[in-house]
């Protein structure tokens, strides 16, 4: 049960986009579509922004959307504003209902 | 409105055993799995543990399997997490998370509940 792997940290300029990567393995990522993206701001709970690799859930912003090859899934932002500047995570089923989480962006927006 | 309310934390000396709950309210409990999920002081998420509708199925990360237990009771629209034998390395922040569909997707968190391990 290794984590999945995510850069530490992206930025960007308001307006701009961003991507987040999100590696594992075929056990993973790459064996089911069900990737899931979260945002966190500081203090608070985590919010579900993506399930099921490109599915937003209602009242989240279409700025937001999911991708995946293989056993690397995406997250990109377009449009970036000050507001989405948190922690994201990525996690995915692992198989036997297990679920792996990734471990986490900081998303700087500057 | 879905809300899960997390009780239970605490400080609690290593070895030493601690029960968290979590009351559920605003959905229909008994439709849907149930998880812990943790977090470490400024560390990421981490996967616990995860409970089926009917309870017939519950999976654990390799980190507390043995340790802790989960289980649901859903007349009372609550679920729990039994951990004993407490580590340092058990020290976080508990949520409570509602499973939306089968992958492991959680639509909704609790406050959380925060376990201090520490001699």
Known sequence: ?110 | EVQLVESGGGSVQPGRSLRLSCAASGFTFDDYAMHWVRQAPGKGLEWVSGITWNSGGVTYADSVKGRFTISRDNAKNSLHLQMNSLRTEDTALYYCAKAKGFGGDFDNWGQGALVTVSS
């Open chain 1, 1 to 110: 049960q290794s984590a999945l792997t995510q850069p530490a940290s992206v930025s960007g300029s308001p307006g701009q986009s961003i991507t987040i990567s999100c590696t594992g393995t075929s056990s993973d990522v790459g064996g089911y579509n069900y990737v899931s993206w979260y945002q966190q701001h500081p203090g608070k709970a985590p919010k579900l922004m993506i399930y099921d690799v490109t599915n937003r859930p209602s009242g989240v912003s279409n700025r937001f959307s999911g991708s995946k090859s293989g056993n690397t899934a995406s997250l990109t932002i377009s449009g970036l504003q000050a507001e989405d500047e948190a922690d994201y995570y990525c996690s995915s089923y692992a198989g036997s209902n297990t679920v792996l989480f990734g471990g986490g962006t900081r998303l700087t927006v500057l």
